[in-house]
């Protein structure tokens, strides 16, 4: 079951980084997390040459976060974390 949500993630990232404003920065899909619990944490993490910008993460943030809420993949809350793989450096 909770392979098959983080799957279902996966495959709703990698639709959502197929668009061509995503394309066209060259955002890519690094890593999906989803925790084992009743409240999963459900990360993801992006990527960029030359390193990706917070306002990337931000709008993949927003956008994604509705598209979760209208597939309906968690039955209860969760929390969604967006970051890039060198978490904590600098990138404005």
Known sequence: MYEEREEKVKKL?????????????RIKL????????????????LDKEGGIKLKDLEKFHKEFEILL???KIFEKNY????????EGKDRR
Not at 30 to 40: E, R, T
Not at 79 to 86: A, D, H, K, N, Q
Request: no cysteine; hydrophobic share 40%; proline share 5%.
């Open 69 to 71: 809420d209208v597939e």
């Open 30 to 45: 690094v890593k999906v997390f989803v925790s084992k619990s009743i409240n999963p944490h459900v990360k993801i993490f």
């Open 13 to 25: 990232a990698e639709k959502l980084l197929s668009r061509e404003d995503y394309i066209e920065e």
């Open 79 to 86: 929390v969604l974390e967006v970051s890039s793989p060198g």
